[in-house]
Nanobody, 124 residues
């Protein structure tokens, strides 16, 4: 079983940057494709970004393309989400997830393990 712990959230002004981290324990992340999802108050959890097991393929929801970057460092057993030019609509709890597969997915239910989430609040 994979245990995922997110960190790096906080309060940031619009236009600023944050880097979220997702560290894994108990199992190596190199066996998993990884994704980031977010959930704003009163809304459903939505896909944000994903990266393949090899790191060679990534995917982003249109609203974050060009602003967010997902990456992985398997030596550190950590996945990152670099968030630049943040907007108030990026405010949400951000979750990382692991999928036992070489390929990423946008489908929440295809992920096997989830972290507890980290709050990101963007002020205008």
């Amino acid at each position: 079983q994979v245990q995922l712990v997110e960190s790096g959230g906080g309060l940031v002004q619009a236009g600023g940057s944050l880097r979220l981290s997702c560290a894994a324990s108990r199992r190596t992340l190199s066996n998993y494709a990884m994704g980031w999802f977010r959930q704003a108050p009163g809304k459903e959890r939505q896909f944000v970004a994903a990266i393949s097991r090899s790191g060679g393929s990534t995917d982003y929801v249109d609203s974050v393309k060009g602003r967010f970057t997902i990456s992985r460092d398997d030596a550190k057993n950590t996945v990152y989400l670099q968030m630049n030019s943040v907007k108030p609509e990026d405010t949400a709890v951000y979750y990382c997830a692991a999928k036992w597969s070489p390929s990423w997915s946008r489908v929440m239910y295809e992920y096997d393990y989830w972290g507890q989430g980290t709050q990101v609040t963007v002020s205008s």
